[in-house]
């Protein structure tokens, strides 16, 4: 049965970064369970007209089971996990037992740019480096692929993208593409997937604050929520780290009925140098963190890279109504308007984090993910 709260789904979509940032702040004021507000700036080009920040709500705050919620880590992918995060508010008085970290807007310029990368075209999910780790480099095939992903000029209306990325796709092969293309990279600012040189305001913050808000947690699970991978309206777990005998077993246990990708070892995804949950795991908040990146597919892959391609060239070379026509496209990539969509992801995006507390209260949580 649907949750009763899943009824007003659609008013939990905001239109706009702006919105989407005073509906968050909004539910955090009104819900009845004990928080902490907090607001983290970040860089803006236009700091008297909008604030940019990344808002952080805690619940909790003493409970040693921690749930993590993000949003917002690739900008224009926002929306549908600020609309999951704004459903769960509602709710969230129900889990006293529970610390609930929500993390919203992650990458506050891309959210509202409609831009997948932040104020330095960087992609967050590659920028997380550990200290041992250079930015520097770029696949082979990448290179070879740059002036067909990063054309320097103005998007046109006719460019052939598609059927000269089915070429390339019948050269290489789907998953090495996949993988030379998105993997991330460290040669190209103005490029696709460009892993930044040095770390991101984001990282800044969290590095600085996030051990602060995690503090005294035994046991994390952490949802990062994304859109624009994998079968439209369905949603499939990813890791990017390698998971030990009992990460697998709760995978298994609780969260079994959702499609499951480790390390981009399948076709559905593929493997990130600098990504967001292996940094989350190395940085020993807690001795059990378990990071799931929530995708929630919505266009075919060359569809979703065309749109990638068309915003980041218009971007650099276009005009800004060029830009804004573009953006407006890639929000919809990763945000269809479909109803059936917005209230297909929204309930499983509940399902998850309903799994999620469950596994936190479970009294065998100890049992499952000891060492
Ligand atoms: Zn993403």
Partial sequence: MDHPILAHGLNYFADNYAQARNKFRQACKFTSAQHRLHAFKLPSDNP????????????????SQTLVLSSGLHGVEGFLGSAIQCAFLECARKSPSIRFVLLHGLNPFGFEHLRRGNEDNVDLNRNFLLPDEEFQGAPATYQKLNPLLNPPSPPRALDWFRSRAILAIAKHGMQPIKQAVAGGQYEYPKGLFFGGRTPASTQL???????DWLRGSDMIIHLDFHTGLGKRGACSLLTDYPLDRQQRNLLSRKFGRWRFSEGGRDNLAYSTSGSFGRWCVKMNFALRYFYLCAEFGTYGPLHVLDGLRRENQAYWFGSSSQHMQAARKLKDLFCPVA?????RCLKEGFGLIETAVEALQEGDIHKIMSP
Avoid: F, H
Avoid at 52 to 60: E, R
Avoid at 205 to 211: F, N
């Fill in 48 to 63: 008297l007209l909008t604030e940019l920040a990344m808002d952080v709500c805690i619940m909790n705050p003493d409970a």
């Fill in 339 to 343: 109803t059936a969509w917005r209230k």
């Fill in 205 to 211: 913050v969290l590095r600085q604050e996030m051990a």
